[in-house]
């Protein structure tokens, strides 16, 4: 729901909240939002209709049109009665089918492609990860081999030999790492 929409009702402001409702169905022919701004308006309002002033309605949907939803539209300003709120409810949903199908199908569109970008942003982590991973067995590779060579150079045999030794184990252990993740 609308936060205009609520501020308006919270305030009392009976007129704006019929102008707010007869408008929904336009903008929205589906009625999901209508209903719920209503149910809202309803709870809150204690004068948001008005007696109905005994008009008859066409109840020929042949008859019904763009022409005749207007007419039912302007007349809410003058009689905002449940009869005729109702009436404009059933009017706008077959007047203006063709905006509700175009509106499902837009709506329908923006799911799929949200979460197709889900699902891309998904494989964009994983494929990321997998870049990550393969960077970090390179650096074990690598500092393994620069450790075997500094061993090399260590005069201390015990300290040349433990840092040689740590050297062979982390390129042996990155190398082996680097070729798992290739084989993925």
Not at 12 to 35: C, H, Q, W, Y
Not at 53 to 66: A, I, K, L, T
Not at 113 to 124: E, F, G, V, W
Request: glycine share 6%; proline share 1%; hydrophobic share 40%.
């Amino acid at each position: 729901m609308k936060a205009k929409f609520k501020r308006v009702v919270d305030a009392g402001d009976v007129i704006s909240t019929r102008l707010f409702l007869a408008n929904e169905m336009m903008l929205d022919p589906r009625g999901n939002s209508f209903k719920e701004m209503l149910s809202y308006a309803e709870a809150t309002l204690n004068d948001l209709f008005e007696a109905h002033n005994n008009s008859v309605f066409d109840m020929n949907e042949q008859n019904w049109n763009e022409e005749l939803l207007f007419s039912v539209k302007n007349d809410l300003d003058s009689n905002f009665s449940r009869e005729r709120l109702d009436y404009y409810y059933e009017l706008a949903k077959v007047v203006l089918k063709d905006k509700a199908n175009s509106l499902e199908e837009e709506e329908k569109r923006a799911r799929t492609q949200s979460q197709t970008i889900h699902n891309d942003s998904a494989d964009d982590n994983k494929a990321q990860s997998t870049v990550s991973n393969k960077d970090i067995y390179k650096g074990i590779t690598i500092g393994g081999a620069v450790l075997t060579v500094a061993g090399l150079f260590i005069e201390k045999t015990a300290v040349a030999c433990a840092v040689s030794s740590l050297g062979i184990i982390g390129a042996a252990v990155g190398g082996y790492l680097l070729y798992n993740e290739s084989k993925k």
